[in-house]
Protein backbone atom coordinates (compact mmCIF):
# COMPACT_ATOMS: atom_id res chain seq x y z
CA UNK A 1 0.00 0.00 0.00
CA UNK A 2 1.40 3.23 -0.86
CA UNK A 3 1.87 6.55 1.24
CA UNK A 4 -0.70 8.42 -0.88
CA UNK A 5 -3.32 5.73 -0.75
CA UNK A 6 -2.98 5.64 3.06
CA UNK A 7 -3.39 9.26 3.67
CA UNK A 8 -6.62 9.66 1.83
CA UNK A 9 -8.09 6.93 4.61
CA UNK A 10 -8.79 9.55 7.68
CA UNK A 11 -10.11 12.39 5.47
CA UNK A 12 -12.71 10.08 3.93
CA UNK A 13 -13.55 8.44 6.89
CA UNK A 14 -13.77 11.92 8.57
CA UNK A 15 -16.25 12.95 5.40
CA UNK A 16 -18.65 10.07 6.01
CA UNK A 17 -18.81 10.85 9.72
CA UNK A 18 -19.32 14.37 8.81
CA UNK A 19 -21.71 13.09 6.35
CA UNK A 20 -24.01 11.04 8.81
CA UNK A 21 -23.64 13.57 11.87
CA UNK A 22 -25.17 16.10 9.81
CA UNK A 23 -27.58 14.71 8.30
CA UNK A 24 -29.71 14.23 11.81
CA UNK A 25 -30.78 10.98 10.70
CA UNK A 26 -31.01 8.70 14.34
CA UNK A 27 -30.94 5.35 12.48
CA UNK A 28 -29.62 3.46 9.40
CA UNK A 29 -32.19 3.56 6.10
CA UNK A 30 -32.72 1.02 3.45
CA UNK A 31 -30.62 1.64 0.36
CA UNK A 32 -32.53 2.80 -2.50
CA UNK A 33 -33.93 2.37 -5.93
CA UNK A 34 -31.04 2.97 -8.38
CA UNK A 35 -32.11 5.63 -10.80
CA UNK A 36 -34.02 3.14 -13.14
CA UNK A 37 -36.15 2.08 -10.07
CA UNK A 38 -36.72 -0.80 -8.47
CA UNK A 39 -37.91 -4.21 -10.42
CA UNK A 40 -40.99 -5.38 -10.24
CA UNK A 41 -43.11 -8.88 -11.74
CA UNK A 42 -46.04 -7.32 -13.36
CA UNK A 43 -48.63 -9.34 -15.59
CA UNK A 44 -52.20 -7.99 -17.22
CA UNK A 45 -55.19 -9.81 -15.52
CA UNK A 46 -56.17 -12.92 -17.31
CA UNK A 47 -59.63 -12.60 -19.11
CA UNK A 48 -60.41 -16.55 -19.01
CA UNK A 49 -60.52 -18.56 -16.02
CA UNK A 50 -57.62 -20.83 -15.98
CA UNK A 51 -57.70 -24.25 -15.00
CA UNK A 52 -58.69 -24.79 -11.15
CA UNK A 53 -59.46 -21.66 -10.56
CA UNK A 54 -63.37 -22.44 -10.54
CA UNK A 55 -62.93 -25.47 -8.57
CA UNK A 56 -65.13 -27.03 -5.36
CA UNK A 57 -64.18 -30.18 -3.50
CA UNK A 58 -66.89 -32.80 -2.38
CA UNK A 59 -67.23 -36.55 -2.02
CA UNK A 60 -68.36 -39.32 -4.11
CA UNK A 61 -71.51 -41.55 -3.11
CA UNK A 62 -74.21 -43.68 -4.26
CA UNK A 63 -76.75 -42.12 -5.16
CA UNK A 64 -78.67 -44.87 -3.42
CA UNK A 65 -78.06 -46.64 -0.33
CA UNK A 66 -80.23 -48.65 2.14
CA UNK A 67 -79.26 -49.75 6.00
CA UNK A 68 -81.61 -52.92 6.01
CA UNK A 69 -83.56 -54.05 9.30
CA UNK A 70 -85.58 -56.27 10.69
CA UNK A 71 -89.63 -55.16 10.30
CA UNK A 72 -90.25 -56.64 13.68
CA UNK A 73 -88.03 -57.88 16.92
CA UNK A 74 -87.07 -61.29 16.31
CA UNK A 75 -83.97 -63.86 16.03
CA UNK A 76 -81.87 -64.03 12.53
CA UNK A 77 -82.07 -67.25 11.21
CA UNK A 78 -79.79 -67.11 8.08
CA UNK A 79 -78.05 -64.68 6.38
CA UNK A 80 -77.47 -65.35 3.15
CA UNK A 81 -75.16 -62.96 1.47
CA UNK A 82 -71.63 -61.85 2.49
CA UNK A 83 -69.78 -58.72 2.22
CA UNK A 84 -69.16 -58.14 -1.63
CA UNK A 85 -71.72 -59.76 -3.14
CA UNK A 86 -73.35 -58.33 -5.91
CA UNK A 87 -77.48 -58.83 -5.57
CA UNK A 88 -80.13 -58.14 -7.91
CA UNK A 89 -83.71 -56.32 -6.92
CA UNK A 90 -85.53 -58.72 -4.87
CA UNK A 91 -82.90 -60.62 -3.48
CA UNK A 92 -83.27 -62.31 -0.19
CA UNK A 93 -80.54 -61.26 2.12
CA UNK A 94 -81.65 -61.84 5.37
CA UNK A 95 -84.03 -64.99 6.83
CA UNK A 96 -85.65 -64.09 10.01
CA UNK A 97 -87.31 -66.92 12.45
CA UNK A 98 -90.90 -66.91 11.07
CA UNK A 99 -92.03 -69.16 13.74
CA UNK A 100 -93.95 -66.48 15.74
CA UNK A 101 -95.27 -64.99 12.40
CA UNK A 102 -96.96 -68.17 11.31
CA UNK A 103 -98.66 -68.71 14.77
CA UNK A 104 -99.98 -65.33 13.97
CA UNK A 105 -100.72 -66.05 10.91
CA UNK A 106 -102.65 -69.53 11.73
CA UNK A 107 -104.79 -67.29 14.23
CA UNK A 108 -105.79 -64.72 11.28
CA UNK A 109 -106.64 -67.30 9.18
CA UNK A 110 -108.95 -68.76 12.04
CA UNK A 111 -111.02 -65.42 12.98
CA UNK A 112 -111.20 -64.71 9.15
CA UNK A 113 -112.83 -68.35 9.05
CA UNK A 114 -115.11 -67.62 12.03
CA UNK A 115 -115.64 -64.32 11.12
CA UNK A 116 -117.50 -65.52 7.66
CA UNK A 117 -119.48 -67.98 9.58
CA UNK A 118 -120.88 -65.83 11.98
CA UNK A 119 -122.18 -63.23 9.21
CA UNK A 120 -123.59 -66.38 7.12
CA UNK A 121 -125.70 -66.87 10.22
CA UNK A 122 -126.46 -63.10 10.35
CA UNK A 123 -127.90 -63.01 6.73
CA UNK A 124 -129.97 -66.41 7.34
CA UNK A 125 -131.29 -64.38 10.47
CA UNK A 126 -132.17 -60.94 8.76
CA UNK A 127 -133.93 -62.88 5.73
CA UNK A 128 -136.19 -64.74 8.77
CA UNK A 129 -136.84 -61.93 10.51
CA UNK A 130 -137.80 -60.11 6.82
CA UNK A 131 -140.46 -62.82 6.43
CA UNK A 132 -141.60 -61.95 9.82
CA UNK A 133 -141.79 -58.31 9.60
CA UNK A 134 -143.87 -58.72 6.49
CA UNK A 135 -146.33 -60.93 8.59
CA UNK A 136 -146.38 -58.38 10.78
CA UNK A 137 -145.43 -60.75 13.52
CA UNK A 138 -142.22 -59.13 14.85
CA UNK A 139 -142.19 -55.36 15.42
CA UNK A 140 -140.09 -53.21 13.37
CA UNK A 141 -137.76 -52.63 16.66
CA UNK A 142 -136.94 -56.65 16.51
CA UNK A 143 -136.37 -56.40 12.61
CA UNK A 144 -133.92 -53.46 12.96
CA UNK A 145 -131.80 -55.27 15.51
CA UNK A 146 -131.43 -58.00 13.34
CA UNK A 147 -130.01 -56.38 10.59
CA UNK A 148 -127.77 -54.11 12.89
CA UNK A 149 -126.31 -57.63 13.86
CA UNK A 150 -125.67 -58.60 10.33
CA UNK A 151 -124.03 -54.98 9.72
CA UNK A 152 -121.85 -55.58 12.71
CA UNK A 153 -120.98 -59.38 11.19
CA UNK A 154 -120.08 -57.68 8.11
CA UNK A 155 -117.35 -55.39 9.68
CA UNK A 156 -116.10 -57.99 11.77
CA UNK A 157 -115.54 -59.99 8.90
CA UNK A 158 -113.67 -56.76 7.35
CA UNK A 159 -111.54 -56.46 10.24
CA UNK A 160 -110.79 -60.52 10.50
CA UNK A 161 -109.53 -60.10 6.98
CA UNK A 162 -107.74 -57.20 7.38
CA UNK A 163 -106.08 -58.77 10.67
CA UNK A 164 -105.32 -62.10 8.09
CA UNK A 165 -103.65 -59.41 5.20
CA UNK A 166 -101.12 -57.85 7.87
CA UNK A 167 -100.27 -61.50 9.32
CA UNK A 168 -99.38 -62.29 5.57
CA UNK A 169 -97.72 -59.81 5.73
CA UNK A 170 -95.56 -60.20 8.64
CA UNK A 171 -94.84 -63.64 7.51
CA UNK A 172 -93.53 -62.34 4.07
CA UNK A 173 -91.43 -59.68 6.42
CA UNK A 174 -89.18 -62.16 8.02
CA UNK A 175 -87.48 -62.23 4.66
CA UNK A 176 -85.44 -59.58 4.01
CA UNK A 177 -84.87 -58.76 0.43
CA UNK A 178 -82.55 -56.06 -1.84
CA UNK A 179 -84.47 -52.87 -2.11
CA UNK A 180 -81.99 -52.54 -5.41
CA UNK A 181 -79.31 -53.86 -7.55
CA UNK A 182 -75.86 -53.18 -5.83
CA UNK A 183 -73.61 -54.32 -3.71
CA UNK A 184 -73.42 -56.01 0.02
CA UNK A 185 -70.84 -53.54 2.02
CA UNK A 186 -71.57 -54.14 5.68
CA UNK A 187 -73.14 -57.45 7.26
CA UNK A 188 -73.50 -55.99 10.78
CA UNK A 189 -75.17 -59.43 12.46
CA UNK A 190 -75.09 -63.53 11.60
CA UNK A 191 -77.56 -66.20 12.23
CA UNK A 192 -78.64 -66.34 15.96
CA UNK A 193 -78.61 -63.34 16.76
CA UNK A 194 -81.32 -61.06 18.09
CA UNK A 195 -82.52 -57.52 16.79
CA UNK A 196 -85.10 -55.18 17.61
CA UNK A 197 -87.39 -52.61 16.45
CA UNK A 198 -87.04 -50.35 18.85
CA UNK A 199 -84.05 -49.24 18.39
CA UNK A 200 -84.19 -50.48 14.90
CA UNK A 201 -81.13 -53.02 14.57
CA UNK A 202 -79.48 -53.02 11.46
CA UNK A 203 -78.37 -55.91 9.47
CA UNK A 204 -76.83 -55.41 6.25
CA UNK A 205 -76.01 -52.09 4.24
CA UNK A 206 -76.67 -52.55 0.20
CA UNK A 207 -75.06 -49.95 -2.15
CA UNK A 208 -75.83 -48.93 -5.50
CA UNK A 209 -72.15 -48.48 -7.23
CA UNK A 210 -73.11 -48.25 -10.16
CA UNK A 211 -74.59 -45.10 -10.06
CA UNK A 212 -73.00 -42.68 -8.56
CA UNK A 213 -73.07 -38.84 -7.73
CA UNK A 214 -70.79 -35.96 -6.67
CA UNK A 215 -71.72 -33.83 -3.64
CA UNK A 216 -70.14 -30.53 -4.07
CA UNK A 217 -69.97 -27.58 -1.88
CA UNK A 218 -69.00 -24.89 -4.17
CA UNK A 219 -67.79 -21.53 -2.77
CA UNK A 220 -70.54 -18.65 -3.78
CA UNK A 221 -68.12 -16.78 -5.24
CA UNK A 222 -68.13 -19.48 -8.76
CA UNK A 223 -71.85 -19.99 -8.44
CA UNK A 224 -72.12 -18.23 -11.51
CA UNK A 225 -70.35 -20.23 -13.46
CA UNK A 226 -72.55 -23.64 -11.76
CA UNK A 227 -74.80 -24.48 -14.82
CA UNK A 228 -77.24 -27.74 -14.57
CA UNK A 229 -76.41 -29.91 -17.37
CA UNK A 230 -72.82 -28.74 -17.42
CA UNK A 231 -70.21 -31.54 -17.62
CA UNK A 232 -67.48 -31.09 -15.32
CA UNK A 233 -64.12 -32.32 -15.16
CA UNK A 234 -62.81 -34.37 -11.73
CA UNK A 235 -59.70 -35.59 -10.47
CA UNK A 236 -59.82 -38.30 -7.35
CA UNK A 237 -57.85 -37.85 -4.08
CA UNK A 238 -55.07 -38.79 -3.57
CA UNK A 239 -54.89 -41.59 -6.28
CA UNK A 240 -55.51 -38.62 -9.16
CA UNK A 241 -57.82 -40.70 -11.32
CA UNK A 242 -60.15 -38.85 -13.71
CA UNK A 243 -63.09 -38.51 -14.33
CA UNK A 244 -66.30 -36.83 -15.45
CA UNK A 245 -69.87 -35.51 -13.95
CA UNK A 246 -72.86 -33.79 -15.51
CA UNK A 247 -74.16 -31.54 -12.65
CA UNK A 248 -77.94 -32.70 -11.93
CA UNK A 249 -78.45 -29.83 -9.19
CA UNK A 250 -77.38 -26.62 -7.73
CA UNK A 251 -78.75 -25.48 -4.62
CA UNK A 252 -80.91 -22.18 -4.41
CA UNK A 253 -79.50 -22.00 -0.90
CA UNK A 254 -76.06 -20.47 0.35
CA UNK A 255 -74.97 -21.81 3.72
CA UNK A 256 -74.17 -19.23 6.18
CA UNK A 257 -71.42 -20.60 7.93
CA UNK A 258 -69.62 -21.75 4.47
CA UNK A 259 -70.78 -19.13 2.12
CA UNK A 260 -70.79 -22.29 -0.21
CA UNK A 261 -74.15 -23.75 -2.09
CA UNK A 262 -74.63 -27.51 -2.52
CA UNK A 263 -74.15 -29.17 -5.89
CA UNK A 264 -74.93 -32.58 -7.22
CA UNK A 265 -73.59 -33.80 -10.35
CA UNK A 266 -74.00 -37.61 -11.61
CA UNK A 267 -70.97 -39.26 -12.38
CA UNK A 268 -70.50 -40.16 -16.16
CA UNK A 269 -69.29 -44.10 -16.79
CA UNK A 270 -65.46 -44.35 -18.69
CA UNK A 271 -62.39 -46.00 -18.55
CA UNK A 272 -60.23 -46.84 -16.06
CA UNK A 273 -60.97 -48.34 -12.54
CA UNK A 274 -64.55 -48.24 -10.81
CA UNK A 275 -65.08 -45.23 -8.82
CA UNK A 276 -65.82 -46.26 -5.21
CA UNK A 277 -68.31 -44.09 -2.97
CA UNK A 278 -66.58 -41.92 -0.64
CA UNK A 279 -63.83 -41.12 -2.65
CA UNK A 280 -62.86 -37.27 -2.52
CA UNK A 281 -62.65 -35.33 -5.25
CA UNK A 282 -61.72 -32.00 -6.40
CA UNK A 283 -64.13 -30.81 -9.16
CA UNK A 284 -63.22 -28.05 -11.64
CA UNK A 285 -66.57 -25.80 -13.05
CA UNK A 286 -63.82 -24.71 -16.03
CA UNK A 287 -65.71 -21.27 -15.66
CA UNK A 288 -65.00 -18.40 -18.56
CA UNK A 289 -64.13 -14.61 -17.83
CA UNK A 290 -66.93 -13.26 -20.60
CA UNK A 291 -68.88 -12.18 -17.76
CA UNK A 292 -68.42 -8.46 -16.20
CA UNK A 293 -64.97 -9.04 -14.62
CA UNK A 294 -60.78 -10.02 -14.55
CA UNK A 295 -59.15 -11.88 -12.45
CA UNK A 296 -56.03 -11.35 -10.54
CA UNK A 297 -53.23 -13.26 -8.37
CA UNK A 298 -55.09 -12.21 -4.17
CA UNK A 299 -51.16 -11.69 -3.72
CA UNK A 300 -51.35 -8.47 -6.11
CA UNK A 301 -54.18 -6.58 -3.97
CA UNK A 302 -54.04 -4.56 -1.15
CA UNK A 303 -56.90 -3.47 1.37
CA UNK A 304 -57.43 -1.16 4.07
CA UNK A 305 -60.25 1.51 5.35
CA UNK A 306 -60.41 2.62 1.96
CA UNK A 307 -61.35 -0.37 0.08
CA UNK A 308 -59.48 -2.58 -2.34
CA UNK A 309 -56.88 -1.41 -4.67
CA UNK A 310 -54.32 -2.29 -6.34
CA UNK A 311 -50.74 -0.85 -8.08
CA UNK A 312 -49.74 -0.80 -11.78
CA UNK A 313 -47.03 -0.01 -13.57
CA UNK A 314 -47.36 3.23 -15.73
CA UNK A 315 -45.17 5.33 -17.00
CA UNK A 316 -41.77 3.89 -15.27
CA UNK A 317 -44.00 4.53 -11.57
CA UNK A 318 -46.32 2.07 -9.53
CA UNK A 319 -49.78 4.54 -10.01
CA UNK A 320 -52.88 3.36 -7.74
CA UNK A 321 -55.69 2.00 -9.10
CA UNK A 322 -58.82 1.60 -6.69
CA UNK A 323 -60.47 -1.99 -7.84
CA UNK A 324 -64.02 -3.93 -6.93
CA UNK A 325 -62.71 -8.18 -6.32
CA UNK A 326 -64.61 -10.62 -4.74
CA UNK A 327 -62.43 -13.75 -3.46
CA UNK A 328 -63.03 -16.70 -5.68
CA UNK A 329 -60.62 -19.35 -4.14
CA UNK A 330 -57.58 -19.01 -2.04
CA UNK A 331 -54.79 -17.22 -4.14
CA UNK A 332 -57.20 -16.11 -6.77
CA UNK A 333 -59.61 -12.85 -7.01
CA UNK A 334 -62.49 -11.87 -9.40
CA UNK A 335 -62.18 -8.07 -10.34
CA UNK A 336 -65.70 -6.68 -10.63
CA UNK A 337 -64.41 -3.11 -12.00
CA UNK A 338 -61.95 -0.49 -11.63
CA UNK A 339 -59.09 -2.21 -13.90
CA UNK A 340 -57.96 -1.94 -17.44
CA UNK A 341 -57.50 -5.91 -19.19
CA UNK A 342 -54.45 -3.74 -20.44
CA UNK A 343 -52.82 -3.18 -16.84
CA UNK A 344 -49.67 -4.18 -16.30
CA UNK A 345 -50.59 -5.01 -12.49
CA UNK A 346 -47.37 -5.28 -9.64
CA UNK A 347 -47.74 -9.06 -8.47
CA UNK A 348 -45.54 -8.28 -5.21
CA UNK A 349 -46.18 -4.65 -4.03
CA UNK A 350 -44.69 -5.39 -0.52
CA UNK A 351 -43.50 -1.55 0.64
CA UNK A 352 -44.13 -0.31 -2.95
CA UNK A 353 -45.76 3.02 -2.78
CA UNK A 354 -47.43 5.20 -5.18
CA UNK A 355 -45.16 7.14 -7.15
CA UNK A 356 -42.53 5.37 -6.52
CA UNK A 357 -40.06 4.42 -9.82
CA UNK A 358 -40.53 0.92 -10.91
CA UNK A 359 -38.75 -1.16 -14.13
CA UNK A 360 -41.83 -3.70 -15.11
CA UNK A 361 -40.55 -7.22 -15.59
CA UNK A 362 -42.94 -9.66 -17.30
CA UNK A 363 -43.89 -12.46 -15.06
CA UNK A 364 -43.14 -16.28 -15.87
CA UNK A 365 -46.05 -17.56 -17.63
CA UNK A 366 -47.79 -14.08 -18.22
CA UNK A 367 -48.77 -12.91 -21.47
Known amino acids: MSHRTVSKLPAA ?43 ATGMVRAKEEAVLSARASGQIKRVLVEVGDRVRTGAPLVEMDPVNARI ?7 AERLAVANLGVA ?21 DRVKTGRDVAAAQLDQARAALAGA ?17 TAKFHNAGDTVTLMPVTPIVTVTDVDHLEV ?32 VRMKGSVVDPQSRTIEVLADVLKGPGPAIRPGSLANVDFGGFGEKDG ?12 RGAHVLVAAGGKAELRAVQVAPLNPGTVLVKGGLAPDALVILDPGALQPGDAVVPIAAEGAK
Open 13 to 55: LAALLLSACGSGAGKASLPTAGPEGRAVRVAKPATRMETGLAR
Open 104 to 110: GLENAQA
Open 123 to 143: DREVARSKMLFEAQSLPEAGY
Open 168 to 184: KQMVADTIIAAPFAGVV
Open 215 to 246: RLAAPESIESFVRAGQVIEGVLTPSGQRFQAK
Open 294 to 305: LYLQAGAVRTDA
